[in-house]
């Protein structure tokens, strides 16, 4: 938990930075949703037990594992 915290304070700092600065974040928010979709397309395969594409992860088309999760956060 404490890991998960320092990271998370980390780019939000990051974030305030490039804000407070107008510059660029190291990482965009695009290349942020492709990394979590290409870590979820594994998780979401091993559910149903088949390839899944990972155009469909990004467009919430198979989202067994993330459908918890958005119920989760109101989604």
Not at 1 to 29: C, F, P, Y
Not at 30 to 40: E, F, M, P, R, W
Not at 52 to 72: E, L, P
């Amino acid at each position: 938990d404490d890991v998960d915290r320092k990271l998370i304070a980390l780019e939000l700092q990051e974030m305030a930075r490039a804000i407070l600065s107008n510059s660029d974040l190291e990482v965009t928010g695009d290349i942020g949703l492709k990394a979590v979709a290409l870590t979820y397309s594994f998780l979401e395969s091993g559910l149903v037990k088949e390839p899944v594409k990972f155009d469909d992860v990004i467009n919430d088309k198979v989202n067994r594992y993330q459908s918890d999760i958005n119920v989760a956060v109101g989604l």
